[in-house]
């Protein structure tokens, strides 16, 4: 399949991303600057795309590497790696694995559709992902009392 077939299936974002990841690659460590795509970025997106202006590369993790670098990216996705790995665990929980399941779908969803058309910098984007952290945190197995614990693990409770 040539970069043509894959620009149509793209629904012509290449030069979106080419142009993304080139710009990216000139400040790799701590990127842009939050919002820098607007004004820096779209309007060399726009010489490559007949003028027209995106506000966004239509992709979270190219978006988090221009504006953030790799430092930043690793931060936020490792954050979003805690949250979904805690969403697992709690999934498996006999106290509310319903919550569980939704934060796993809730973040599942914001990464795949993100790899296509969203931005890190739609209220939504942390407002989800916040609200699946938040599911997890009274289903999460070491936030439960002493007498939920399965025998043999032990679960220091804080009194006040």
């Not at 290449?14 to 607007?38: K, M, R, S, V």
């Not at 979003?80 to 809730?106: C, H, S």
């Not at 197995?141 to 043999?152: A, K, R, V, Y």
Request: charged share 10%; proline share 6%; aromatic share 12%.
């Amino acid at each position: 399949m040539g970069y043509d077939e894959l620009n149509v299936l793209s629904s012509r974002r290449l030069p979106i991303y080419d142009t993304t990841w080139a710009l990216w690659q000139q400040a790799p460590w701590f990127g842009w600057g939050l919002e820098a795509y607007t004004t820096h970025g779209a309007v060399e997106v726009a010489k490559h795309m007949d003028g027209l202006f995106f506000p966004a590369p239509h992709n979270v993790l190219l978006e988090m590497l221009y504006s953030l670098g790799l430092v930043g990216s690793a931060l936020v996705l490792a954050t979003l790696g805690r949250v979904l790995w805690m969403a697992m665990r709690a999934a498996r929980t006999e106290k509310n694995p319903f919550a569980g399941l939704l934060a796993t779908a809730i973040i599942t969803t914001l990464v795949l559709h993100g790899a296509t058309d969203l931005s890190i910098y739609r209220p939504y984007f942390f407002l989800l992902v916040f609200a699946a952290w938040g599911l997890v945190q009274g289903s999460a197995p070491h936030l439960q009392s002493p007498q939920s614990q399965p025998s043999g693990r032990k679960c220091l409770a804080i009194k006040h």
